[in-house]
């Protein structure tokens, strides 16, 4: 009787934790999700320009850059505990509608366009350490290695950089959920030597170039 008291007590015991294993707790596992948002990039340069009269040494411009985007994004987020939450994963920004930006030189009073800016995309790996508000809803930070291209005066240039963000997530049930977040990205110097012209006459320009760009986005996203 008592082996078979103990067998059931057992059995009831791993049923429980069987139960409550099932229970998976919210955002935590794999995850993926899709957003659209809105990008602001600010590039600016400096450097010297090589023409038929010279180098000529000014002020250089470039127009900022607002660009619609689409995010995809998939990883991971880790149980810490039951109300604490450590996202790793991958994201990858497209740029759509993407409208040229005129670059400038200025010298002297004389203003000259010497070429067209575009941002293409951009990429991060990051991490997103998180708090579980209630039972619905998880604020998270960012912080992530970055890459993006872009298109500078002919020169497609590869930026490296860091992003930095904040977002929540609110629960829809237990699979799907919505999201809105903000991110600010700053890439470092990159070094180019482009051709263009200045009324009209070949130039060689020495530049270098950097940007920052905030970008917002929301969305909806999975949890397996």
Known sequence: M????????LICLLTISANLYAQKLPFSGLFGQIGIG?????????GSS?????????????????????????GYNYVIDPKIR??????YNVMIAVPKQDATISTGNTTAIIGGYVKKNSYDFFLTPGYVVGNDGLAYAKFGLSSSRAELLGDTI??????FGAGYKYALDPNMYVFGEVNYSVYGDQTSYPTTY???ATATHN??????????????????
């Open 158 to 163: 590869n930026f490296k950089g860091y992003t």
């Open 50 to 74: 090589t023409g038929n009269i010279g180098t000529v040494y000014g002020n250089y411009n470039i127009g900022k850059a607002y660009n619609f985007n689409e995010s995809i994004a998939v």
């Open 2 to 9: 008592k082996k078979t008291s103990a067998k059931l007590a």
């Open 207 to 224: 530049l270098n170039y950097s940007y920052d760009s905030k970008m917002a986005l929301i969305g909806y996203g999975f949890s397996f």
């Open 38 to 46: 809105y990008d602001g990039a600010s590039p600016s340069a400096t």
């Open 198 to 200: 200045i009324n009209g």
């Open 86 to 91: 450590l996202g790793l994963g991958f994201e």
